[in-house]
Nanobody, 121 residues
Framework: QVQPAESGGGLVQAGGSLRLSCVVS????????MSWYRQAPGEQREELRE???????????ILEDAMKGRFAISRDNAKNAVYLQMNSLKPEDSGVYYC???????????WGPGTLVTVSS
């Protein structure tokens, strides 16, 4: 059974940093597309999760425009883990951050339970 597990969220002041981790069991992340999504505070609908960053199977890193220059995604295949380094955090970055894993053919999506990030002004 594939199960991502996020950690590293917390409360931080604006301008601060956090590093989120996602360890995946049941699959090799190097064979899958790994992404981070954010669900805004109070938003219940999963379909409205916003894509934050993606690392492709060959290792290409894609960041959404609002995060460029502040966030970085990385992968450690030996630990089967994906990371999201978040710097210069803003209150609008607050939310629950989810790790997502999907195979090349997009035949399935696997989500972790999420980790809460709160950025105070």
């Amino acid at each position: 059974q594939v199960q991502p597990a996020e950690s590293g969220g917390g409360l931080v002041q604006a301008g601060g940093s956090l590093r989120l981790s996602c360890v995946v069991s049941g699959m090799n992340i190097s064979d899958n597309v790994m992404s981070w999504y954010r669900q805004a505070p109070g938003e219940q609908r999963e379909e409205l999760r916003e894509l934050v960053a993606t690392i492709t199977i060959p290792g290409a890193k894609i960041l959404e425009d609002a995060m460029k220059g502040r966030f970085a995604i990385s992968r450690d295949n030996a630990k089967n883990a994906v990371y999201l380094q978040m710097n210069s955090l803003k209150p609008e970055d607050s939310g629950v951050y989810y790790c997502n894993a999907r195979p090349r053919d997009d035949s399935a999506h696997y989500w972790g339970p999420g980790t809460l990030v709160t950025v105070s002004s």
